[in-house]
T-cell receptor, first 113, second 112 residues
Framework: QKEVEQDPGPLSVPEGAIVSLNCTYSNSAFQYFMWYRQYSRKGPELLMYTYSSGNKEDGRFTAQVDKSSKYISLFIRDSQPSDSATYLCAMGGASGGSYIPTFGRGTSLIVHP | EAQVTQNPRYLITVTGKKLTVTCSQNMNHEYMSWYRQDPGLGLRQIYYSMNVEVTDKGDVPEGYKVSRKEKRNFPLILESPSPNQTSLYFC???????????FGQGTRLTVV
């Protein structure tokens, strides 16, 4: 079993839909959780960063971490065609633990007009 | 402009011909790493460096070498490339391993 599991999709939704992207993990030492967005032929860019459990909101994006279930989510409200990209989760240990982030395989999202 | 620069962007080479992919960052980051990205397998770390002259293996180091002689540069060396190293490669840098990573534009390598 991979340390981080992420459904590769593709996930196709109509413009305006609420999108839910998810990752599960097995390593209970993970403390920080990130979401990266990668457009075609580009490098990944950080979208959201959360530390430990809880929610974080930034505009149309909400990141949620449930450490008890080892499950993280990224919600996109009012999705737009410009949100079409691959979304990668990444996670790792806190200071003193593993510095190396582990990435999920990425989920391809297509938002059609 | 803060950035990570990789060169070349595209490369086609033949089996066994040594090549180097360069990576440079202008953000004074301590931490640099190399990844390869393959369909269905996602992003896998090849090597990382926590500082000058300090490097360590990632998940898939076989067939690759790196060096970190200067803080800003972290070249990836393929001494004898093979077709299974055909992939999309990314260099990344960050202040620490658990902070935001800045990625380069990628190098698409084809080994025939």
């Amino acid at each position: 079993q991979k340390e981080v599991e992420q459904d590769p999709g593709p996930l196709s939704v109509p413009e305006g839909a609420i999108v839910s992207l998810n990752c599960t993990y097995s390593n209970s030492a993970f403390q920080y959780f990130m979401w990266y967005r990668q457009y075609s032929r580009k490098g990944p860019e950080l979208l959201m960063y959360t530390y430990s459990s809880g929610n974080k909101e930034d505009g149309r994006f909400t990141a949620q971490v449930d450490k008890s279930s080892k499950y993280i989510s990224l919600f996109i409200r009012d999705s737009q065609p410009s949100d079409s990209a691959t979304y990668l989760c990444a996670m790792g240990g806190a200071s003193g633990g593993s510095y190396i982030p582990t990435f999920g395989r990425g989920t391809s999202l297509i938002v059609h007009p | 402009e803060a950035q990570v620069t990789q060169n070349p962007r595209y490369l086609i080479t033949v089996t066994g011909k040594k090549l180097t992919v360069t990576c440079s960052q202008n953000m004074n980051h301590e931490y640099m790493s190399w990844y390869r990205q393959d369909p269905g397998l996602g992003l896998r770390q090849i090597y990382y460096s926590m500082n000058v002259e300090v490097t360590d293996k990632g998940d898939v180091p076989e067939g690759y070498k790196v060096s970190r002689k200067e803080k800003r540069n972290f070249p990836l060396i393929l001494e004898s490339p093979s077709p299974n190293q055909t992939s999309l490669y990314f260099c990344a840098s960050s202040f620490a391993g658990n902070t935001e990573a800045f990625f380069g534009q990628g190098t698409r390598l084809t080994v025939v």
